[in-house]
C-alpha cells in the first residue's frame, strides 16, 4: 500500500509559476501510474495529468496542456506538477493518485491547496 503527500500549494499572483510535489511512501513508488486532479469549490474533481510508471507516457486535460508539464523521479519516490502562466480559474485543491495503470488509482493523497490572484 503506498501512502501520498502533496506539497508546494501556496498563494500565486496570476501569472506565475507553482511546483506541486507528491512524495509515496510504503511501496515500490515505481509501481504505480500517477495522476493528479484538482477540485475547486462547488465543481467537480477535474482530470490534471498523469504519467505512467517509467514516466515514459503523459496526459493532460487538453486545456492545461502547454501550462502544466507533469514528471517523475523514480529515485526520489516523487511525481511533480510544473504549472506555469497560472489563472484565477486554476485555484483548487490539488491531489495526486496512484494506482496500477492510468487512469485506475486506488490511492489519494489528502491535497494541497492552490490559489492564484489576479
Known amino acids: 500500500q503506498v501512502q501520498l503527500v502533496e506539497s508546494g500549494g501556496g498563494l500565486v499572483q496570476a501569472g506565475g509559476s507553482l511546483r506541486l510535489s507528491c512524495a509515496a511512501s510504503?511501496?515500490?513508488?515505481?509501481?504505480?501510474?500517477v495522476g493528479w486532479f484538482r477540485q475547486a469549490p462547488g465543481k467537480e474533481r477535474q482530470f490534471v495529468a498523469s504519467?505512467?510508471?517509467?514516466?515514459?507516457?503523459?496526459h493532460y486535460t487538453g486545456t492545461l496542456k502547454g501550462r502544466f508539464t507533469i514528471s517523475r523521479d523514480n529515485a526520489k519516490n516523487t511525481v511533480y506538477l510544473q504549472m506555469s502562466s497560472l489563472k484565477p480559474e486554476d485555484t483548487a485543491v490539488y491531489y495526486c493518485?496512484?494506482?496500477?495503470?492510468?487512469?485506475?488509482?486506488?490511492?489519494w493523497g489528502q491535497g494541497t491547496q492552490v490559489t492564484v490572484s489576479s
Open positions: 510504503g511501496a515500490t513508488f515505481s509501481s504505480y501510474a
Open positions: 504519467i505512467a510508471r517509467s514516466g515514459g507516457t503523459t
Open positions: 493518485a496512484a494506482g496500477d495503470y492510468l487512469g485506475s488509482y486506488g490511492y
